[in-house]
């Protein structure tokens, strides 16, 4: 748990009964405290940070980073993508290779969108082909970047004779405009900064001499680098851009391991107790489709506000816990989690409850939980 979570009772909401569980309750104290630490990571030039929104998906979210200077951004679906540019983004990279439907949708939002800079990810000459079709049909030109695989085996291209290959071959479609490399390392999490630090630079080796090379030639050239594990090893090298995203909500798998990165918790879950059917045994309205659960049970959230339990199993709308103090819970009880993996969890609501001072004031909409906007 970061410094900044210390506060013995910094979550209770006051007017709380005005809020349905199991939900989502933002901060918007600590939602802010983690933008402007984010920003003075990098010294404060919002030109090295392109924040991915997968984390938050939500217009007033991308607003309030936009207001604070904050705007290009990563996206990873074309609904994502479109929330930030309505919001005013002056880039946004998407960051999938995009295949099927997916190829014409964006040049849809070129079109509809001209305001806002969208670029998107390849990692094959055949991938790069389709884009160039697209865009030579639609009389447009797409900025495209170059993934590269460096060791986490997802997604991207390996260094060697294939990568040189498809630079030159993007370099030679007309309707394409190659813009730089993009490079994600988010296997590597060692909770040691150092030790972490070491394996993302030995992973970037062989991408610093290629990208050295590449900006000779085009001092435009960006590398754009990981995401919220290697925010504090990529920020320390000036000539790469940044891509956290988790750190705007935090979580506790990342808190407990990148102890060095000082965020806040920002986004909790509400969840109350709906049974106690036997002796030390309670059950909450967080089930699977309140968590993400694609963690071990016992991984899946951290209560704030409970000690001396277990998570023993979960179904769609049920968690049960083993709890020490059964007698002195009652049902309907509230209780404040922490997710251990914030990103999938926000995808499961519809919206959240904007906490300032204690009080629910607002709901923000998750607007891109949902695959489709307008384009």
């Known amino acids: ?38 920003k003075a990571m990098v010294g404060n030039d919002v030109s090295r940070l392109m924040p991915h929104v997968k984390t938050n998906k939500m217009p007033k979210v991308i607003a309030l980073m936009i207001s604070n200077g904050i705007t290009r951004f990563k996206a990873s679906t074309i ?12 880039e946004v990279l998407i960051a999938h290779q995009l295949v099927g439907p ?38 447009l030109r797409i900025a495209i970047f170059i993934d590269i695989n460096n060791g986490m085996d ?17 370099k030679n479609l007309k309707n394409l405009y190659f813009r730089g490399l993009h490079v ?35 001092p435009n050239c960006q590398l754009i680098c990981g995401g919220t594990p290697s925010f504090t090893a990529h920020l320390l090298e000036e000539s790469r851009i940044c891509s956290p995203g988790t750190c705007l909500f935090w979580d506790w798998g ?45 991984s899946r959230v951290r209560f704030l506000n409970l000690s001396d ?10 968690g049960v816990l083993k709890v020490k103090d059964w007698d002195t819970i009652a ?10 993996h914030i990103c999938p969890t926000i995808n499961l609501y519809d919206e959240v409850a904007v906490i300032e001072n204690g009080n629910k004031v607002d709901t923000w909409q998750i607007t891109a939980r949902k695959r489709k906007i307008n384009i």
Not at 161 to 168: S, T, Y
Not at 198 to 211: A, D, P, S
Not at 309 to 318: A, F, I, R, T, V
């Open 1 to 38: 748990m970061t410094p900044g979570n210390l506060s013995s009772n910094w979550f209770l909401i006051n007017n709380v009964s005005e809020l349905d569980s199991p939900s989502i309750a933002l901060y918007k104290d600590r939602l802010l405290f983690n933008i402007h630490k984010m």
């Open 254 to 298: 990342y808190g407990d391991k990148m102890e060095e990165q000082e965020f806040q918790y920002a986004a909790l879950l509400v969840t109350r107790v709906i049974s106690k059917p036997k002796k030390g045994i309670i059950t909450l309205d967080l089930g699977h489709k309140g968590v993400a659960s694609e963690n071990p049970i016992h």
């Open 154 to 170: 997802r997604s991207g291209i390996e260094m060697g004779a294939d990568l040189d290959e498809l630079v030159f071959e993007v």
């Open 79 to 90: 609904a994502e993508a479109e929330i930030a540019a309505q919001e005013g983004a002056s």
């Open 309 to 318: 339990y277990e998570l023993l199993s979960q179904s769609e709308e049920h």
């Open 102 to 139: 997916k190829v014409e949708r964006l040049a849809s939002l070129i079109e509809n969108y001209p305001k806002t800079v969208f670029s998107t990810l390849v990692d094959n000459i055949a991938s790069a082909q389709r884009l160039n079709e697209v865009a030579f049909n639609k009389n």
């Open 331 to 340: 049902v309907g009880d509230v209780f404040y989690g922490v997710p251990y």
């Open 184 to 218: 994600y390392d988010g296997h590597l999490r060692h909770s040691d900064f150092q030790k972490r630090k070491e394996e993302i630079e030995l992973g970037l080796n062989k991408v610093n001499t290629l990208y050295a090379q590449l900006k000779k030639e085009d």
